[in-house]
């Protein structure tokens, strides 16, 4: 017996995407430096906390010293202050239903928390002693070297990471952002002294954006943050990251994995950053290629093939530029032809123009999943600390969901043929070279 047939006139047509709600937002800058704020949000009772802090290595010669120390600094900030050790630290925030996670990326220190509105003063409390007097107590941070350490042989270990470091050393070249993992000797020869000047230098209240999104009243939370950071202080200034220059591209740079059974195809280049104009409609151009399920890269290598399982496509931004990039995971037996579908999707994309109905597929899937993304307190917390963190106003998301909406098909398509096309993308295979550089070969000439 046939399955039953889907009647799709049954299924009742998509209405149209809600606006984007303007968030209410309370900026005030304190005296130390430290821009807050602060958005009331009431109906979940939790208050989300996110402290951005500029971390970026200011120059590319600096640059694998500082990504070793911050790695350890990240983890160590936590060891201990002078008041508390960090079994206490961690009981006082337990005791207000928070839990405080640092981590770093290449421009930002970020620390982030949730906890009860009851606790805020108590949190902020324990945010101040680790800001002003963490110690870096010599055993923990041994301990603290040794699981970065242990973290970075996994890490050279997964393709995936082999890949990404690739992709951005050919890219980057000389930039800090070239760097993307820590060096082991350079991880081993830091120094509690060595993490207690890196504080004292770069945790700084100048340059840094400090979110609370939830059930708080604005005033009562910029008079406890103030009260709480008033001790907070440096004198050093906030560093970001040079100017990124894209270095030319060259041609498709093979890095040899011995019996892997899949290769690791990826490819980026430049894209507009979020205050350039053309930036809606190269998302869009993004999301009709590889940017979501139905998108062109996925019905072809995908599903139409079976040469990989998520191939995908995204404009990623960093403080100084941002990025088209594309990642597939593929057999190795099919790189070769799995890298020339994925360049022939980028060409036709670039040169045939796309559907109408194309269009307000990806338009709606981006708006929606912009509402999902800002819908929680985290959510929300997060976009603004990124946003406000790098200098644009909380209405941008507004902005930029009326700007998505009126793009026209003839302004993606010259989005396309500016930013995707093949020829401007930066291409990095991680594979068995023994068994793919024939393949590779016939597209294009390969570098080892």
Do not use: C
Request: cysteine-free; proline content about 8%; glycine content about 8%.
């Amino acid at each position: 017996m046939s399955a039953p047939v889907l009647d799709l006139s049954l299924v009742p047509p998509l209405g149209e995407p809600r606006p984007q709600p303007v968030p209410e937002v309370h900026l005030t800058t304190l005296d130390n430096g430290l821009q807050l704020a602060v958005v009331p949000r009431a109906g979940v009772p939790l208050v989300e906390l996110r402290l951005r802090i500029p971390f970026a290595a200011a120059t590319a010669r600096a640059a694998a010293a500082h990504v070793a120390r911050t790695s350890v600094l990240s983890g160590a900030v936590l060891l201990g202050t002078a008041a508390h050790d960090q079994v206490q630290i961690a009981q006082l925030l337990q005791a207000e239903g928070a839990e405080l996670s640092v981590s770093a990326d290449p421009d930002r220190l970020l620390l982030g928390t949730t906890m009860l509105p009851s606790g805020l003063p108590a949190v902020l409390g324990v945010l101040a002693e680790l800001l002003g007097r963490a110690t870096y107590p010599a055993d923990q941070v041994a301990a603290e070297k040794a699981r970065v350490a242990e973290r970075i042989a996994i890490a050279r270990s997964q393709p995936g990471v082999v890949a990404r470091t690739a992709l951005a050393t050919r890219r980057h070249g000389s930039h800090p952002y070239a760097v993307q993992l820590p060096d082991p000797e350079q991880v081993a020869a830091i120094t509690p002294a060595a993490l207690r000047k890196l504080h004292r230098e770069r945790v700084l209240p100048a340059g840094s954006t400090l979110v609370l999104v939830g059930d708080v009243d604005p005033a009562a939370a910029t008079d406890a943050v103030a009260t709480a950071l008033a001790g907070w202080t440096g004198s050093g200034t906030a560093v970001d990251a040079p100017r990124l220059v894209e270095a030319p591209v060259g041609p498709l740079l093979l890095v040899d994995r011995p019996g892997a059974v899949q290769s690791n195809l990826r490819l980026g280049g430049p894209a507009p950053g979020r205050r350039d104009p053309e930036l809606p409609a190269v998302r869009l151009a993004s999301m009709v290629y590889g940017g979501y399920f139905s998108s062109r890269l996925v019905e072809n290598i995908r599903e139409r093939r079976g040469y990989t399982y998520s191939p995908r496509s995204s404009v990623d931004h960093l403080q100084a530029g941002s990025s088209f990039l594309v990642d597939a995971d593929v057999a190795t037996e099919v790189t070769g032809a799995a890298l020339l579908e994925t360049q022939y999707e980028l060409g036709r994309i670039a040169l045939v123009p796309m559907s109408e109905a194309e269009l307000d597929a990806a338009r709606r899937y981006v708006l929606g999943t912009t509402a999902l993304a800002t819908a929680t307190h985290a959510g929300l917390a997060s976009t603004l600390s990124a946003l406000i963190g790098s200098g644009l106003p909380a209405d941008w998301l507004a902005e930029h969901q009326a700007a998505l909406a009126a793009v026209t098909l003839d302004e993606v398509t010259a989005a396309a043929r500016r930013w995707l096309h093949p020829a401007g993308l930066t291409t990095v295979v991680v594979g068995d070279a023994d068994r793919v550089a024939d393949q590779l070969g016939a597209l294009g000439p390969v570098q080892r």
